[in-house]
Each structure stands twice: as structure tokens, then as C-alpha cells.
């Protein structure tokens, strides 16, 4: 049987948590958030003169007693918060931890011990698994749902490469989760992935305005000009973006030296290369470079940009690195 996505004892403290979005709401059921539009919850907004036809429950005789002149109080419409998930699950996302199903690969040494007892388990507790791409990014996919329907807001989720493969049309309510969490576990890595193709087709797009959050590795052929075409359709669909950047410890700070042979994971392709520290350390230059692009880009427009280290516990990735960017209150 295989392993929960997410273990039991963290759910009680992720529906302590919910989404922390900076737009008043427009959905279309009653949900917790409070619309930008008039409506029936119990938190005042404003007066307005009384017409006939209004509640005249809603008639403020203090008001009238003052001033003579009939009003009526206005109250927010609370409604719900669409959510929608985004899995990168392209080939490049198999990678840290020694992949989802395969043999161990560019551990560091603390990865390769054992305490004896747990065999596939470092001394601090964690699976190797654990800090594969893919597995992180879907387990925080499942937190981050599983916060916003235990807080009434509608879910739907979407896996993609080149292309969208699968989606989970929106559910509602904390006994959809088992739903979610099988969507999420099913989704298995392969294919060249393409973001700016899968998610401008017209289905990956949200029907509604709300939020949408990204989880992938953002390696592009096209770098941020690829990932700005994407974004660009989600924003004047009305939505509000998290990009959540997951990479492990070894594409952050690799440790290998030597001549070797690197293989491009989706296409195949591999290059023979000198590996030495001076070659790392521009490895490490332009990765920092391309990650503050990003991050520049997102802050111009308003987006949520998380830069997400497997080699992380996925608690503390929750509750203090996403927690602490804001998107999560």
C-alpha cells in the first residue's frame, strides 16, 4: 500500500490555516470570504437610503429617529474563493531523492545513511522520497488544498507536461479531500515539459476569477519570457498568482566534480562536460540570476513568487516559507 500523501496528524493544523488572498471575492456560492459585493453577512458596510421593496428588517430606526430621513444598513456578501492547482509532472520534476519509484541518485552523503531500523530513512526521520520534486510539489499541492476546503472555497487541480493530461473539475467541501489527495497521488512524471503551451490551452484555463497557484521546477527552453507568455493568460483571467519554485538540494548546490556525462532528463540529450568548481560556481551564478528574473518579473505584476528546497521538511515548508511569503494566513 503505498504511503499517504499527507500524513494524518498534519490536518488538524493545516485547517488552523487558510489562503491568504488580496482581492475581494467574486465567486458564486456563499463561502468565508468577503465579496466586493453587498449581501447577507453579519459585517456592516455601509447605508443606504430606504426604496420601497427593501428588508425592512434591515431599516435603522436609530437613524431615522436622528435625522428624520428613512435609511437602511448594508451588510458584505461572503462568498467562496476559487482555488486552482497546477502540477508540473514533466520529467525533470522525477529528480532528488532518488526519484519517485527509482534508485537513489546524486544523494549527499548524509542522504546515504541509515539508522538501521528504517531502511530509505536519514537520521532526522525523513524518506528519501521525501525530497523528490515531484512528491514536494504534490504534497504541497495537497496542503494547500486541503487548507482551502476546510475553509468552504472551491478546488479544482490540473497535471501537465507539455499539456495539460488531467484535470480534476472543482470540488467543495473537506470531504472531497480523499478525492483530491487520489488526483494528486496518481500523477506520475514523463514528457518534455512545455508550460506556456500546456497552460494557455483554453481548457487549463479557470473559468472563474480567483487563485491560481503553480508548483514546478520552471526549468523552460524559453526562461521567463516562456513562463511571462503562460502568466499573461492567467492574469487577465482575473487571477491571482502563486509560482511555487521547487528544486532539491542537488540542482541548488550540486556536489559532483570530475569528467562526466550530463543527460537532459526529458529529451534524452547528453553532453560531456569537465566539471570543475569554476564551472560550478557559474552554474550557481546563472541560477541565481534566472531565480531573481523571476522574481523581479512577479514583483512588477503582483505575483506570489516562493522558491521551495526539497531538502526542507514540508512542515516547515508550510508553515514558516509559505506561511512567511504572505499566502497563507
Known amino acids: 500500500m ?7 496528524s498534519l ?6 490555516l487558510s489562503i491568504a488572498s488580496k482581492r475581494r471575492v467574486r465567486g458564486t456560492m456563499q463561502g468565508k470570504r468577503r465579496s466586493s459585493r453587498f449581501g447577507s453577512s453579519l459585517e456592516f458596510a455601509d447605508y443606504r437610503e430606504y426604496a420601497p421593496g427593501d428588508d425592512i428588517r434591515r431599516f435603522d430606526w436609530g437613524v431615522y429617529s436622528r435625522t428624520g430621513r428613512p435609511f437602511v444598513r448594508q451588510y458584505w456578501d461572503e462568498q467562496e474563493l476559487q482555488v486552482s492547482l497546477y502540477v508540473d509532472a514533466s520529467a525533470s520534476m522525477d529528480f ?4 519517485a519509484s527509482g534508485p537513489a541518485d ?3 552523503s548524509d542522504d546515504n545513511k541509515s539508522d538501521g531500523n528504517q531502511p530509505g530513512r536519514n537520521p532526522t526521520g525523513r524518506n528519501k522520497a521525501d525530497r523528490n520534486k515531484l512528491i514536494y510539489a504534490k504534497r504541497l499541492a495537497a496542503s494547500v488544498g486541503y487548507m482551502a476546503l476546510a475553509s468552504y472555497d472551491r478546488v479544482q487541480a490540473a497535471v ?9 473539475p472543482p470540488v467543495r467541501g473537506k470531504a472531497s479531500a480523499a478525492r483530491l489527495f487520489s488526483f494528486l497521488q496518481s500523477a506520475e512524471p514523463g514528457g518534455e515539459g512545455r508550460l506556456s503551451q500546456a497552460l494557455r490551452q483554453p481548457k487549463a484555463l479557470p473559468k472563474q476569477p480567483g487563485m491560481t497557484w503553480i508548483f514546478s521546477d520552471f526549468w523552460l527552453d524559453g526562461g521567463i519570457d516562456e513562463l511571462a507568455e503562460a502568466l499573461s493568460y492567467y492574469l ?11 528544486l532539491s538540494p542537488e540542482e541548488i548546490s550540486p556536489a559532483l566534480s570530475g569528467d562526466l556525462r550530463l543527460v537532459d532528463s526529458e529529451l534524452g540529450t547528453g553532453k560531456e562536460i569537465a ?3 569554476k564551472v560550478l560556481e557559474e552554474y550557481r551564478r546563472t541560477l541565481q540570476a534566472y531565480q531573481a528574473d523571476i522574481a523581479r518579473f512577479c514583483s512588477e505584476r503582483a505575483i506570489f513568487y516562493i522558491q521551495m528546497n526539497t531538502g526542507v521538511p514540508l512542515e516547515t515548508g508550510i508553515f514558516e516559507t509559505l506561511r512567511g511569503a504572505g499566502v497563507l494566513g
Open 2 to 8: 503505498s504511503e499517504p500523501l499527507l500524513p494524518p
Open 96 to 99: 532528488g531523492g532518488g526519484g
Open 160 to 168: 501537465f507536461d507539455s499539456e495539460v493530461d488531467r484535470q480534476l
Open 106 to 108: 546524486g544523494l549527499t
Open 11 to 16: 490536518l488538524p493544523r493545516l485547517e488552523r
Open 236 to 246: 487577465a483571467a482575473g487571477q491571482e498568482i502563486v509560482l511555487v519554485h521547487v
Open 275 to 277: 566539471l570543475t568548481g
